[in-house]
Each structure stands twice: as C-alpha cells, then as structure tokens.
C-alpha cells in the first residue's frame, strides 16, 4: 500500500524554525521528483517546492525561496522541508507528494500521483 506520512508541524512564533519530514511506504521514492504542497484556511492548495530524484535541481514558491530548503534522503526513504524566518503567511497544512516525472522538478498537482493526509504549520505570537 502507497502511504506517505508527514510529519513535524506545530506552533512556532515568527521568525522561528521548523522542519518537516514525510515517510514513505510502500514504494521507492527515489525513482521520482518529489513535492510540498500548503492550503491555508479559505485558499487553493499551493505549491511550496519540488526537488528531482538525484537532488539536481529544485524549485520554489517565490515566496518561500531564501527561506525553505527542500532535501531527501533516498535511502531512508524520506523527505524534508526545513522552514525557517517563518511568519504568519505560512500557516496552513503542508502536504508532501510523490510526482511521476523523474529528472524535472513539478509545481502542478496534477503532475502528482500520491499525496500525505497533511501536517498543521501555525505561525503565531
């Protein structure tokens, strides 16, 4: 069974750190290009960031660039999100996902195939 399970979320004031990770299970992630993904309350679910199966290359919501890193780690069959200078803007459920392309980064969901149940990020004093 496909499963991907994040997380890491919580509480954090701003300008503080969290990192996210998502567990995979049930297939090797390391064969695809891999994704984050946030809702906040009211909004569309967006796109945060993407990384190839070799780490070649990544993307960026340009509003989260300077201040996420997405990473993997293809033997542990994990990936992560550090986030760091947080600030309101940020809170929302943050979704990992497995896409089906390779050896280019995805920043549309339909480019997705398997999705987390999501992790709370709330950024607040």
């Known amino acids: 069974q496909v499963q991907l399970v994040e997380s890491g979320g919580g509480l954090v004031q701003p300008g503080g750190s969290l990192r996210l990770s998502c567990a995979a299970s049930g297939f090797t992630l390391d064969f695809y290009t891999i994704g984050w993904f946030r809702q906040a309350p009211g909004k569309e679910r967006e796109f945060v960031a993407s990384?190839?199966?070799?780490?070649?290359?990544?993307r960026y919501h340009y509003s989260v660039r300077g201040r996420f890193t997405i990473s993997r780690d293809n033997v542990q069959n994990r990936m992560f999100l550090q986030m760091n200078n947080l600030n309101p803007d940020d809170t929302a459920v943050y979704y990992c996902?497995?896409?089906?392309?390779?050896?280019?980064?995805?920043?549309?969901?339909?480019?997705?195939?398997?999705w987390g149940q999501g992790t709370q990020v709330t950024v607040s004093s």
């Open positions: 996902a497995q896409s089906r392309l390779s050896d280019y980064t995805a920043n549309e969901e339909f480019q997705y195939d398997y």
């Open positions: 990384i190839t199966r070799r780490s070649t290359d990544t």
